[in-house]
């Protein structure tokens, strides 16, 4: 049992089911640049920010435009497939997350997405009124695997890190929670490529196997 008060999920993965729009968005565009690189490529950069990526993929293979025009292509690509797709909830977050605001827990979302796209989800899976704070990327220095999102999420709701628990799907987010000195929690989704998480206190595969009693 742990005395954890303050919850921080990251989205993109462990809230909404998204990460596939930006593996096969980048890809496709990486394609379109002359660069035929397999999606595993992409999965290095599963919880950074967009200016991350898209600076280390520029520096990386001397991509001819700004990081502006190529957020903007992916963002065009994305908005294209979730048009067609809809907004997705990972299979059981919502019940987990509802079940937790029940129970008194004060919960944030920590993503490195930008604010707008965190609103977006929040909103069309009915999820705003169970989080205090919506913290994204953008608002501090450093993307992930630095610590900076989830300290800022701890600085809001007047918490101390050890009282603290991230739930995580990918090793730049379980880097993050476990350098912010908070009990981090792996979500392997067997349906998502695999990422390496040893650096957790914890993993699962399900919602189901967090009992709420454990933050006790």
Known sequence: MYSLKN???????????????????????????????????????MGTTYEYMWQTMKDELGLPLSIDKYIKLMNHKRKLMIQNDGVKAILGAQDFIKKLSDAGFQMAVASSSPKKDINHVMSSLDLNDHFKYLVSGEEVENSKPAPDVFLLAADLLNSKPEDCVVIEDTKNGVLAGKAAGMYTIGFNN???????????????TSFKQIPIDQFR
């Open 190 to 204: 067997p349906d998502y490529p695999d990422q390496d998480l040893s650096a957790a206190d914890q993993i699962v």
């Open 7 to 45: 919850i921080f999920f990251d989205m993109d993965g462990v809230i909404t089911d998204s990460e596939y729009t930006y593996l096969n968005s980048k890809t496709e565009i990486l394609k379109e640049a002359g660069f035929d690189k397999d999606i595993s490529y992409q999965y290095q950069f």
